[in-house]
């Protein structure tokens, strides 16, 4: 497939820049000189794949060996989909535009259960045989990882193999087995599974059996005499392994658009409802150099002004005062933000405070959890209602309007006291506002039990249960000041299902899919109907799964994945749960969890204190600024015609950023970088003559701007001229450009245009922004218009009379075309540079 036909479908489809795949930093390589080629698959949308630091991690480490190529791929939206099918086209990886059947390996990131139905779809449009024993060598091998993997056995079917922990190793010892499997010419897929079946984490479901017994429940043995259990994967620190500081810079609006630096993995809280805090274990926490030395060299490679801190509990970061004050003396008079995903309740220490304050301040949240001490105290989450009370107030006192509070619903031996403690928590929160325009956000999700955790044994709430629940505490907190959201219990139900369920799940996610089930995850795309068609049509007791409290005696479907936290641990914790009795952070008290081996494994804490000397980066004087304001010309061709105009201030202030040139920035207290356009071109239009108007703090030669830009910008943009701006240039509010249009399909029709000349008016309808609508007239703003054939035109439009109009508009009102026909027209906004 050439790219001539991924060009017939982007001017088509919404956020065509999704599938452009010319990021700064993404890597195309020459098939020349590579011998194994992966897809990195991720089964949702580009904006939510791209902010996944797993697959930013992957992709850098694979495609440091030379003869490696790594590309993406991501589920592509339904408008995409629907083109995909009707073209008959396969899905392609962004970097080449290969086709996924091409590849030699693809893996995809498991992160969510709800998007299962997604791996599906893409394998689909790849014309690959869902099921693994129906893939011979002419297909490429189906791999899986990331949190779901730890109980793998819902999607078993699916996959040749599962990477179970971490994959920063693992991966590139199975790209090796691949490739020497290859080069002795093997010819049974059969050999490399059983070369990847002795790396540790990773685990061949063809090589284990899923057995039955009387009562259903499922037990997975070893089919030959390997392993009874997969161990999973850990490195034993962070900080010498490999770490993506060039990461790509998504186009869009991505979920994460910032350089993220993990500065510690796994948690030692030991809350019991908490997966991740369990299958991450030990804590492994980043030196402060090395996360200033990553940080510092992301941000040169990417132009970001936002550092995110990543960890699943970054204010236990031992020395994040410290790691804050170093970043802050560096960052702050570089308007660099520095920011943490949330903070934990009970962590604030007057320095912490101090500190953050600096930092920007993207929305303060907070996650009791539960709302009574007890329930708390059963789940283990080890804060009290004073520690909830003071970071609210803490938070209030410092200038934040929007306190958000996560809760879930449903926890074991939850009772309605417990419902009505969390009502009146909001209740006691709301009263500490000190304005009256702040406002509490409340979020509630069903408890969903989760495989090895001390919980992995309990009942999940019902529908009815949850429902009811939620319908309680939407109703007490409709009051003011405190905005609810709630998860469809429904989403929750099926998380649950695919949580804890077993290999005869596969037949109901083929025939979910077949349904139509796709975003299962997205609330405007959830199909429950089609989900309880196909549960009816596969007579899946949805109950066994969800409603039942398991004995711990039972065998249980994961059984046979070792995370290294032993079941013996699991089942002290849970005994202490029924007792509300807490466990210690196991940074204080170990608490024998099973899985450090006090050699290689072991927790890898960092400890600074803010008194320490030492110094990684140099500290910026405050220097005499001298502003001055540029004006730059540039084309928007190709490609880059697929850049809304959000997407081109974020692409062209990064690159002026990674160019080393410094942005002059507003006064007050949200600093905006001086960058402003002349035009909002629309998406799809290419120009040979736009211009934008920047203020720099240091004079360069513009000469050396135009150069370092031009070396920066993606495939598509380049600056022609750049000069100092003079007032007059910046003032001038008359325009008139002209346009080329040359129609991919349809045609002009000389009549139409000549009935447009005979008139004396002929006006179209414009709604603005605040629903206003006006009419304007053609005539009046249409300065010359000629065809040149009966599939090019030519036109020149002027604002003069007070009002605009796009060639669009044009070529629908007097040629009568159809939106597909204006859609794929080639338009170039033609004019003289500067
Ligand atoms: S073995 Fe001890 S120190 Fe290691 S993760 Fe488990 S509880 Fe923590």
Redesign the pocket.
Known sequence: MNMANINDILPLVEQPSRYLGSEINSIKKDYNNIKLAIALAFPDLYEVGTSHFGLQILYHILNRHENIAAERVFAPASDFEAYLRALKMPLLSLENQKPLKEFDMVGFSLLYELNYTNVLMMLDLAGIPFYSSERDLSYPFIIAGGPCACNPEPVADFFDAIVVGDGEHVVVEMARAWIKWKDSNYNSRKILLKEWSAIKGVYIPSFFEAKYDNKGFQTVLPVFNGQPRVVRSIIPDLENAPFPDMPVVPFGRPVHDRVRIEISRGC?RGCRFCQAGMIY???RERSVENIIDLSNKSIRSTGYEDVSLLSLSTTDYCSLSYLLEKLMASYEAKHIAVSFPSLRAGSLTPDLVNLVKKVRKTGFTIAPEAGSQRLRDVINKNITEEDIISSVNTALGMGWQVIKLYFMIGLPSETDADITELIDLVYRLRKERIRKSSSINVSVTTFIPKPHTPFQWNAQNSLDESSRKIERIKKALNISGVHFKWQNPKVSLLEGLWARGDRRLGKLLVNAYGKGCRFDGWSDKFRYDLWENAIKDTGVDTDFYLLRKRSISEPLPWDHIDTGVSKEFLICELEKAEKAEKTDD?RNQ???????DFTRI??KICCYSVDSTESGIVETKEKQKHYKKLIINYSKLGPARFFGHLELINIFLRAVRRAGIEVGYSEGFHPMPKISFEDTLPIGIESVCETLFLTVTEYTQPEIITKKLNEELPEGLCVIACKECVPEEKTNSLKIYSYEVTLMCGKLCNEHLKIYEMSDKLEIEKTNRKGKRKFINLKEVIKTIRMESNSRLKMTLSNESGNMVRPADVLKKIFQLTDEEIKTARVVKLGAPI
């Open positions: 030692t274990r030990p804590v196991c170990c608490s024998s969890c099973g899985v450090c072991k927790p």
